[in-house]
């Protein structure tokens, strides 16, 4: 394994860590570390479209809310079932990370939402942050679980 890979695997072991985390009952939510996965400033492209923003305090607000709204909707755990890494050069890569999010539904029922996010990495400045990401369309994932 590179010492690029080694640096997106750990970067995302952590991430996931805190996703799952956040989720629990309490919550341990960890906003300084989620906010310190990601670049000073970042973009993000859904079927919804493309935003980009700073990872400033407006960004770490809204970091509880996000946790807040998958736990309303009767998330449970948030884990990774695959991570490949593509290197592009050598402080350049992309993340293709198959995420597994546990939930159980208003009705008592549990289930599974599986997706995979695309992460653009960098590590310019010496450790691995996230520039860029490509994620589905969640809000339907969510509607088509029933969970919204």
Known sequence: MTKLETKVRALFDAYAK??????????REDVDGVAAAFAPYFVGSSPRGVMGG???EQFRAMIPKGFARYHAVGGKHMTIKGLKVTELDHC??????????AYT????????????NFYFVT???GAAKVFGYVT?????AMRDHGLI
């Not at 539904?105 to 995979?116: I, L, Y």
């Not at 589905?136 to 339907?140: K, S, T, V």
């Open 18 to 27: 805190r996703s799952d985390d956040a989720l629990q009952d309490p919550p």
């Open 54 to 56: 700073a990872n400033d």
């Open 92 to 101: 350049h890569a992309i993340a293709d990370v198959d995420w597994d999010f």
């Open 105 to 116: 539904n208003k009705a008592g029922q549990s289930g599974h939402v599986t997706f995979t």
């Open 123 to 125: 590590t310019a400045d």
């Open 136 to 140: 589905p369309d969640e809000e339907q």
